[in-house]
């Protein structure tokens, strides 16, 4: 189902938002003959979800100073963030077609010259260190809204993170979310081929994060629980999403060559097919 607003029709709920948000990173990526899509895939359900049932945005006023904040740190999953927002209406979609050209505001990496962006990432283990800061920043001036932030599996193999995660814990940073994307792919392998991270959910409650593990592309049990976090007073949340990387695409499912590759113009109009794109 979907609403029409002037010529643009934009889905309506999360299950229809998630298939565009695949569909138009798809495209951007095979336009650009960039890379990145299945880290996109992967995240689809989850960005989904967010923009659709738990964040308090207006794409009107992406500036709104009560809105909650939301971090992609997994930067190179650009494509998915950028396809979200348009979706959501924080910029005209037309600029999607320019995803990745030179002189384009949309950048291969997340850009904070973009609507809706809070941070620029690519550079992985950042997202979560300036999450807590936010956090930290408004507990101090007694402001309520919450952080989310998007991190990757393999980018828990980046120190920062885990200064973060007990940073967050020490303070009591209750309204930081983060959501771990856990494809268990990384660029150049299996995450547990190149630096084992298991047992994931008990290291981040080792670190005193109330952690819950969920289905990344199960819409319902991601709408209950983020709309659920803060989990536990005065401890950050941790949700533990394991996804499949390439998710919705037959071919590129749990793959290590999507990380990288582009499709060419006949596996373009494959995965466009198998999502259902009317064309
Ligand atoms: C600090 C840093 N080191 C290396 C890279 C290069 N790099 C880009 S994506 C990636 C790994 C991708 O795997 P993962 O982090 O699990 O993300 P996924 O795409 O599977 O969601 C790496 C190492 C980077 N962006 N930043």
């Known amino acids: 189902m979907t609403i029409k607003l002037s010529e643009i029709e934009y889905p309506s709920n999360s299950l229809d ?4 948000i695949r569909i138009h990173a798809i495209k951007m990526v095979a336009q650009s003959n960039s890379s990145h899509i299945g880290s996109s895939l992967s995240m689809a359900d989850i960005l989904a979800v967010l923009y659709m049932d738990v964040l308090r945005v207006d794409p009107k006023q992406p500036d709104w100073p009560e809105r909650d904040r939301f971090i992609l740190s997994k930067g190179h999953a650009a494509a998915g963030l950028y396809a979200v927002l348009a979706l959501r209406g924080f910029f005209p979609m ?14 291969g990496h997340v850009s904070h010259h973009v609507p809706g962006v809070e941070l620029s990432t690519g550079s992985l283990g950042h997202g979560l260190p300036v999450g807590c800061g936010m956090v930290l920043a408004d507990k101090r001036e007694e402001k309520s809204h919450r952080v989310f932030v998007v991190l990757s599996d393999g980018e828990c193999d980046e120190g920062s993170n885990w200064e973060a995660a007990l940073f967050a814990a ?3 940073l209750d309204n930081l979310v983060a959501i771990v994307d856990a494809n268990e792919l990384q660029g150049f392998g299996r995450v547990d081929e190149v630096l084992k ?3 994931l959910a008990e290291k981040w409650r080792a670190f005193r994060w109330a ?3 969920v289905d990344g592309h199960d819409h319902q049990a991601l709408k209950t629980l983020l709309n659920q976090a803060p989990f536990e007073p005065d401890h950050p949340s941790l949700v533990l999403a394991h996804t499949i990387k390439g998710k919705g695409v037959s071919f ?4 290590l060559a999507w990380h990288y590759k582009s499709p060419n113009p006949e596996q373009l109009s494959q995965a466009l097919k198998q999502l259902g794109e009317k064309r």
């Open 94 to 107: 037309a600029l999607l077609k320019r995803f990745c050209q030179e002189g384009s505001l949309l950048l």
């Open 17 to 20: 938002l998630a298939q565009q």
């Open 197 to 199: 991270l298991a047992p």
């Open 170 to 172: 020490h303070h009591k």
């Open 211 to 213: 952690v819950r593990e």
């Open 252 to 255: 590129m499912e749990d793959q």
